[in-house]
């Protein structure tokens, strides 16, 4: 058959061997072998570059207690000392304090009374002692009692709170109500299409 066919007698029979024959140093293993260090290297420096570092793989090699108490600052309630969050009424106080001076702001200082003569040490442990003299301290560290809202700013931010979550539900009973009508128009467009070619 070869014969029959002038192109292929002109093809001698060295270079037919080496059309169907593999060359010795062609290994399919080794080539990826080859494909896949490659692929490794290339993940090495993706992960390794110093321009791009994942926040939570820094958080992970640091030590959890130490390290991280010493970045993070540590706020002290300026009342008793507690631990605290942030700012209340203009200073930083913990959540109890911030209590205290919310409710008792507005009393009048004459009617409190210290049975130490107006002297006590206000900490975390002797805080509730004495409310003469934690209230004092509020005002000697600068609490603001006008940034303390009344019933009726209480009462308008409640509406505005209401009305905000009223838009906010009524908005996702819209969108619910789009995403019904469109499963419903795509469900007819393909009844439609079915019935069209099943015609």
């Known amino acids: 058959m070869l014969s029959n066919n002038p192109h292929w007698n002109q093809i001698s029979s060295m270079e037919f061997d080496d059309l169907f024959s593999l060359s010795n140093d ?19 420096e993706e992960t390794s570059s110093p321009t791009e570092t994942d926040p939570y793989q820094l958080q992970k090699a640091l030590p959890d207690d130490s390290a991280h108490e010493s970045r993070v600052p540590t706020l002290e309630c300026g009342v008793c000392g507690a631990p ?13 304090c911030k ?7 507005f009393r009048d200082m004459s009617q409190l009374t210290c049975r130490f003569s ?15 003299c934690r209230l004092k301290k509020c005002f000697d560290i600068k609490m603001r009692k006008d940034w303390i809202r009344t019933d009726e700013e209480k009462r308008i931010r409640q509406l505005q709170k209401l009305t905000k979550e009223q838009k906010k539900s009524h908005r996702l009973f819209n969108d619910h109500l789009d995403t ?3 499963a419903i128009v795509s469900r007819k467009k393909k009844q439609l299409c079915t019935n069209s070619t099943g015609q």
């Open 84 to 96: 605290a969050l942030g700012y209340n009424f203009d200073q930083i106080t913990c959540e109890s």
């Open 26 to 44: 062609f290994n399919p293993q080794s080539d990826s072998d080859e494909y896949s260090m490659l692929l490794d290297d290339l993940i090495k």
């Open 180 to 182: 019904l009508s469109l």
């Open 99 to 105: 209590a205290f001076f919310r409710r008792n702001a």
């Open 118 to 132: 107006g002297s006590c040490v206000i900490n975390i442990q002797t805080r509730r002692q004495c409310t003469y």
